[in-house]
C-alpha cells in the first residue's frame, strides 16, 4: 500500500455534490416561505363559523302529521361545514328530517330525503319551501308567534341552537 495516497474530491464533484444538496433546500425553503405569507396575509383556510338565523315554521293546517321548518345558515369562515341534522325536544313525536324538493315538470314537485347538507365556506343557504328544508313532527298547540328552540348538528361547527318562529304558511313571515 505504499505509493497510493487517500481519495480527496476533486472540485467538480464536490461542486456537484453542493448543487444537488442546494436543489431540496431551496426548494423547502421557498414553499415555507409562501405558506408563512400565505398565513400571514390571511389566506389560509380559517375554521367553519356557522351562524343560524331566521328560523321559521309553519304552522300545522288541520289533521297532518308533519309540518317544515326554514333557517338561515351562513358560513362566514374558510372552511367548508356540513349539516348533519336537526333536533328539538319541543315538536312531536318522530324524527326530523331534511328534505330537498325539486321541480318534476308539470308544476308538480317531489320531496327527497337528504342525510346532510353542504355548507361551503363563505356561502349562506336560504332554506325554503321550494328548496331545502326540515321536516318536523306536530305536536298539538302551537300557535302563530310561538317560538320552538332546535338545534343544528354540524360536522365541524357542532351544535348551534336557535329558535323558529312560528307562522302562518302564506304569510309575510312566509319564506
Known amino acids: 500500500m505504499t505509493g497510493q495516497r487517500p481519495w480527496w474530491p476533486d472540485r467538480r464533484r464536490l461542486t456537484d455534490t453542493l448543487l444537488a444538496a442546494f436543489a431540496p433546500v431551496a426548494a423547502c425553503g421557498l414553499a415555507l416561505g409562501g405558506l408563512s405569507a400565505w398565513t400571514a396575509y390571511g389566506s389560509a383556510g380559517t375554521p367553519a363559523r356557522v351562524t343560524v338565523t331566521v328560523g321559521k315554521m309553519f304552522l300545522p293546517v288541520g289533521d297532518v302529521q308533519e309540518t317544515a321548518a326554514f333557517f338561515r345558515i351562513t358560513n362566514s369562515g374558510g372552511s367548508a361545514d356540513r349539516l ?5 325536544t319541543e315538536v312531536g313525536v318522530g324524527s326530523l328530517t331534511l328534505s330537498r324538493h325539486r321541480m318534476t ?3 308538480s314537485a317531489s320531496a327527497q330525503t337528504v342525510a346532510s347538507v353542504a355548507v361551503l365556506a363563505g356561502d349562506s ?3 325554503s319551501p321550494k328548496s331545502l328544508d326540515v321536516i318536523v313532527p306536530v305536536k298539538a298547540g302551537w300557535q302563530p308567534g310561538d317560538l320552538v ?4 348538528h354540524f360536522e365541524r361547527g357542532g351544535a348551534v341552537k336557535t329558535l323558529a318562529a312560528v307562522i302562518q304558511p302564506g ?3 312566509g319564506t
Open 105 to 107: 315538470g308539470a308544476g
Open 84 to 88: 348533519l341534522k336537526v333536533t328539538s
Open 125 to 127: 343557504i336560504a332554506m
Open 149 to 152: 328552540a332546535f338545534t343544528l
Open 171 to 173: 304569510s309575510d313571515g
